[in-house]
Every structure is written in C-alpha cells, then in structure tokens.
C-alpha cells in the first residue's frame, strides 16, 4: 500500500514508501495490463499493478480535456450557456472512425451541450468544438493540458490530442490518469455529476454512457470509458458510500482489459474487495487541535497543533482501533507562529508499526510575539534550559 501526499497542499504528484504487503489484505487477480485502485477520503492506494508503466489513455485523455474546460467556465473564460460555432475540424472528427456527438458547421451547441456529448457520448467533435473555445485551436489547448500535467509533476503523461485517438507521443499512466480524476472530483463537484448521465440525446439521436457500472453498482456514479485497438479497453470508476464517519470514496482505474464487460467487471472486482477489504477510519476533523503545547515568546502560552484538512485513513477491516498516532513536532516553537505554519507531522502505524500515512503538523491558529519583557523572561528560560 501506498500513500498520496495530499494534492491540495502539494501540487506535484509524490508517494511515500511502499511498506510491507505481508499484514495487508491481497488484492484480487485483475484481468488487466495496469490497475490501481485509491480511496480518495484517505487519499492512499489500497492496490495498483504496472501503475506508472507508459500507456494509451485512449478517452481517458478527455479527463484533462474537461478539467481545462471546468476550470474555464470556473474562471467565467466561458459560459454554460454560451453557444459554439462547429468548426470544419471538429465536423472532420467523424472521419476518424472515433466515437461522436454528431455536431456539423451548421450548428451553434452550447458549451453545455458540448460537455454532455464529451462525458456522456465520449465525442471527439465535441472535444474539439471545447478545446478552440476555449483556447482558440486545438494545437494551443493541447499545449495547455501539456503544460498542466508539467506543473503537477507528471512523469508519465504527454498529450498530442484532445480526443485520445492513438498517436504517436500521446500517453499517460494508470496513476497519473487517476490523480487527474480525482482532481476533477475534488476541484469541480458542481460538474462531477455529469459523469453519472447515463444516456445523452442531441440532435435526436440517443446514446448510452459507456460506463456500463452506472447501470449495475448504485454506488458507482462515475467516471469515463476508453478504447482503441493499442489501449484496449480502459475505464475509471467511481464509488461513494455514505458511512458511520461520513463519506467515502474509491477510484479505481483499469487498463488494456480485453472486452467492454471485462473492463467492467474488473473494475467491480477491484471496487468491492476495496470496500470488503479495507476499512475507513476519520481520525481527526478539519481544524481540530490534535495536540496543544507550549510556545516561547508568544502573547499566548499555548499552540494549537493539528493536520490541514479531515484527518482520514484506510485501514485493513477490524484494523482501525489498533491505530497508533504519533505526534512529531520541531522544538522549540518560538513566537511568532502563521496560522498554517507546519512545525512537524503526525505518523499513523497499525498496532504492529507499519506505515499507514504520515501528514504536515501545522499550526492551527496564529501566535504574536509577546512584549519586550515576556520575550526577554522566555529568552532567559530557554538560556537556562
């Protein structure tokens, strides 16, 4: 198992050590050429095969294409409602042979519209019609999703298209596909939702979602399919689950698998060992004080100490009340001190001393410097000391 360096306080992509698998639970045979599967409460990964070897997203490409999207619409660059003229490049796609909304020149689709034939259809028109509103060509939204994956620390990832459709230099990884899914999760929640539409119609013409689990798995609620003959059959699944100490998601993420249904099928295997196998565990909540401890040269004598956001970890079933909770600080702290400065980390073990997560300590409310005088009385103390 593996652990995610929280992505909202570090925008690179970073794990810690592996530990040991002997005391973990083993994952189920997976029919396919990579997988991993992540609980994105915890933010760790319960299970993974050949996660960073290179691979052929396929559509799983259209994750970063709509993240861009979000973010423009987010940004007020475009608007749900605005309509797009249909370019001849975008009406080309269906030469390609690649799946479609079935846009033409004479149609103005509102960004909306383009978005449910993205997600819901997997339409590289629609894709198209996207990328040049909003960054005028695809060539330059290309050069943006390229220069995303760069500033997350990508190592594995290179865009040529916005659509998936296999060319050479275009591909990416299992890990690095999930961590933008995941982003899209936590980032855009108001869009997330149009992962779960399961048919779309536009122009009198309906399609089904290819994520077959949407159909099958009530806690499945996203996210997106992918195939071409070099990736085979690819698919990110989502599931939630309302739990005693809230909610819980996992992610998984297959590739190279040999049919529509197996890709479905191993997802499902991968989802339920994940929730029969593993247990949730809310250790701490956002803002609360883990540890209070003494300050020097402070107006006040005392530090509230805490982690950054919910403190959650996952934990083999039956696992989680033998959880150990170390707390390691820098010493002294020496007034003054930011509201979110980190002075040490908290290490999370199982009972036995295994790893389970390790999170930035931080400094939960700020401290002034003290007068003169207290901070000449705490200045002869520590002398002492």
Not at 43 to 52: C, G, P, Y
Not at 244 to 262: D, F, H, I, M, Y
Not at 332 to 340: D, S
């Amino acid at each position: 198992m593996k652990s995610f360096v929280p992505w909202v306080a570090a925008l690179a992509l970073s794990l810690f050590h592996a530990v040991g698998s002997a005391q973990l639970p083993q994952p189920p045979e997976i029919a396919a050429r990579q997988y991993l599967l992540i609980d994105v409460t915890s933010q760790q990964v319960l299970a993974e095969r050949d996660a960073d070897a290179q691979a052929d997203p396929a559509s799983l490409t259209k994750l970063m294409t709509a993240y861009l999207v979000f973010n423009a619409i987010r940004d007020g660059k475009l608007a749900l409602t605005q309509k797009i003229p249909v370019s001849e490049r975008a009406w080309k796609e269906r030469i390609g042979g690649g799946s479609l909304m079935f846009i033409d020149p004479k149609m103005s689709p509102t960004v909306e519209e383009l978005l449910r034939g993205m997600i819901v259809q997997s339409g590289n028109d629609a894709s198209v019609a996207l990328a040049e509103a909003t960054a005028g060509s695809v060539e330059q939204f290309v050069t943006a999703m390229n220069r995303q994956a760069q500033a997350w620390g990508f190592k594995t990832t290179q865009f040529k298209n916005v659509t998936g459709l296999s060319e050479a230099g275009h591909y990416s990884s299992a890990r690095e596909v999930a961590f933008v899914a995941v982003k899209i999760i936590l980032e855009h929640p108001t869009f997330y939702p149009l992962y779960s539409i399961r048919q779309y119609t536009f122009n009198n013409i309906k399609q089904d979602n290819r994520n077959m689990l949407l159909g099958r798995d009530p806690t499945v609620d996203g996210m997106k399919t992918g195939f071409t003959e070099s990736a085979g059959y690819c698919l990110v699944a989502s599931s939630a689950r309302d739990m005693p100490n809230g909610k819980r998601r996992l992610l998984s993420v297959v590739l190279g698998t040999s049919s529509r249904e197996a890709r479905a099928a191993e997802s499902q295997k991968l989802l339920n060992w994940g929730w029969q196998a593993w247990d949730g565990v809310r250790l701490f909540e956002a803002g609360a004080a883990i540890s209070t401890v003494p300050v020097w040269k402070g107006k006040d004598p005392m530090a509230k100490l805490g982690a950054e956001r919910a403190l959650y970890v996952t934990v083999p079933k039956g696992e989680g009340d033998k959880l150990k909770t170390v707390v390691e600080r820098t010493d002294p702290l020496v007034a003054p001190l930011a509201k979110g400065q980190r002075v040490g980390q908290v290490r999370i073990t199982t009972a036995a001393g295994t790893p389970v997560q390790t999170v930035p300590l931080i400094v939960q409310e700020p401290v002034e410097l003290a007068g003169l005088l207290g901070r000449a009385w705490d200045a002869i103390r520590l002398w002492v000391k």
